[in-house]
Nanobody
Framework: QVQVVESGGGLVQTGGSLTLSCAAS????????MGWFRQAPGKEREFVAA????????YYTDSVKGRFTISGDRAQKTVYLLMNSLKPEDTGVYYC?????????????????WGQGTQVTISS
């Protein structure tokens, strides 16, 4: 059974930085897209960033462009999210996910394996 574990969340002040890490383990599987999503209190989970197998530029939601950087290693089944210039509205539980098909990187339904999430809290 594939397991996905995120780490690196925490409490930081506005303007600070955090790096989230995520690793998948278990039976081998083909990875196409690797993504990060987040869920703020009282809101639905939303797309944050993704990288695809095709070598295209990473995808980011508009609110994090220029501040967040996604990277990953398919062979190691790891994905990272470097978050700079953090704002209170970045607060939420951050989830990483892996997909086994080309799909649409921004859509939750295209991802097969999910972590349990890591809490990120930005104080004002």
């Amino acid at each position: 059974q594939v397991q996905v574990v995120e780490s690196g969340g925490g409490l930081v002040q506005t303007g600070g930085s955090l790096t989230l890490s995520c690793a998948a383990s278990g039976p081998p599987f083909t990875i196409y897209n690797m993504g990060w999503f987040r869920q703020a209190p009282g809101k639905e989970r939303e797309f944050v960033a993704a990288i695809t197998r095709h070598g295209a530029s990473p995808y980011y939601t508009d609110s994090v462009k220029g501040r967040f950087t996604i990277s990953g290693d398919r062979a190691q089944k790891t994905v990272y999210l470097l978050m700079n210039s953090l704002k209170p509205e970045d607060t939420g539980v951050y989830y990483c996910a892996f997909s086994q098909q080309i799909g649409v990187p921004k859509e939750e339904y295209d991802y097969d394996y999910w972590g349990q999430g890591t809490q990120v809290t930005i104080s004002s």
